[in-house]
């Protein structure tokens, strides 16, 4: 899944690449992805580009006309094209959701892997117009989120800590991914609870969020998309490393899966030694 660090990335890349171009055409292949109705889509053709921004993991593109905003949820992605394809689009035969082209050549497409789709578009006045980007809580990056403003948002929520962090209402733009890195870094348990952490705990967490972030953004930045995803795996210390040696203390990183998804942490940096169980049995083992 897209997270802070590749979206932002996607946005430097596409605010250097397309600012001053008109959009020539937006062409919908997967009409659910079009989750607004006025603006038309329509009403982009001939829009100028004006600026990218990123709210969350939400990629808002403005324009003379309406805001372009698109959230690539778990499995979309942005391919960008210097020379647009001339083939056709079938509905329903393609992974493309969505086909824009620009007034050079170029464009790109907002593909979706899998049978589960969630990848969303919107066509609107504002970008606050849109449901998820009025309900994000702060970002972590900006400057004013300061150990005060986080400390604030942990206070007194008896949830665990993994959820807190992947809470957009709550923290805006981390997910699964950079969530369990941070945890690591923070030498923390998934499972802590929030209302539980002490005021050590919530200085060495947040140090471990703000910089594992700023030093993934700082790694996406200036790569074209076709390299963000490599960038992004190659930086995990133990997202998606199941059964690798933990790079800080050389035990084997586990995981703990869910439904449709899993987490990945070291239990000798992170949980005292122990092994958390498959939630699916939703106990801790002995």
């Not at 950079?178 to 929030?194: G, Q, W």
């Amino acid at each position: 899944m897209p997270e802070m660090p590749e979206v932002q990335g996607l946005v430097e890349f596409l605010r250097e690449r397309v600012t001053g171009l008109e959009i020539t055409r937006a062409s919908v292949a997967n009409i659910a992805a079009l989750k607004t109705y006025d603006p038309p889509i329509d009403s982009l053709k001939g829009a100028t580009i004006t600026g990218a921004a990123r709210h969350g993991k939400f990629i808002d593109l403005t324009t003379s006309g309406p805001h372009l905003v698109f959230h690539l949820a778990k499995a979309g992605w942005l391919r960008f094209y210097d020379q647009l394809p001339t083939t056709l689009i079938r509905p329903g035969k393609t992974p493309i959701a969505l086909r824009v082209a620009l007034s050079d050549g170029s464009g790109f497409d907002l593909t979706e892997a899998g049978t589960k789709k969630s990848l969303a578009v919107y066509v609107v006045r504002l970008p606050q117009d849109v449901p998820g980007i009025a309900r994000l809580g702060p970002d972590p990056l900006d400057p004013g989120f300061a150990r005060e403003t986080f400390a604030g948002l942990l206070a007194g929520r008896r949830t665990q800590i993994k959820g807190v962090l992947r809470d957009q209402t709550i923290i805006a733009g981390v997910g699964n991914a950079y969530s369990d890195e941070i945890l690591h870094a923070a030498r923390m348990s998934p499972y802590a609870l929030a209302s539980n952490l002490t005021d050590a705990d919530v200085d060495r967490l947040f140090a471990a969020l703000t910089a594992t972030l700023a030093e993934a953004v700082a790694a996406a930045s200036g790569k074209p998309p076709a390299d963000l995803k490599d960038a992004k795996r190659r930086g995990m210390q133990v997202h998606g490393r199941r059964g690798e040696a933990c790079p800080v203390c050389g035990d084997t990183v586990r995981s703990v899966f869910f439904a449709d998804n899993s987490l990945e942490y070291c239990p000798t940096c992170q949980t005292g030694g122990k092994i958390l169980a498959d939630r699916r049995l939703s106990r801790l083992l002995k």
